[in-house]
């Protein structure tokens, strides 16, 4: 698991699962953020192997994007001043 830091990164956690790191990369890149803060990491889910995949939602203040790698989930709020660029930018990126 990746250690991401940066200027758009908060500090209280910076440890990403590895099927968020394209996310995190295309956020940062993305003008409109301002802001991502990386969210406790999640082992436990369900015991077995999944599919790779996530899920944006709007938020007031941004987006939340819950990424499920194939052992482990994350939720990676991001503060951003245009939803949907930044939605795409991140969809892409994953997707990809």
Partial sequence: MPKIAGGKISQSHCTAIDAAEPVVKAAEKCP?????SLGVIDSHCGGSR????????DTPTGLTVKVRGN???QEIHIWTKDRHATSSAIDQAFNT
Avoid at 32 to 36: A, D, G, L, N
Wanted: charged fraction near 25%; aromatic fraction near 6%; avoid cysteine.
């Fill in 32 to 36: 409109f953020v301002t802001k991502i």
């Fill in 50 to 57: 999944g599919s790779r995949r996530i899920k944006i939602v």
């Fill in 71 to 73: 052992t482990s989930a």
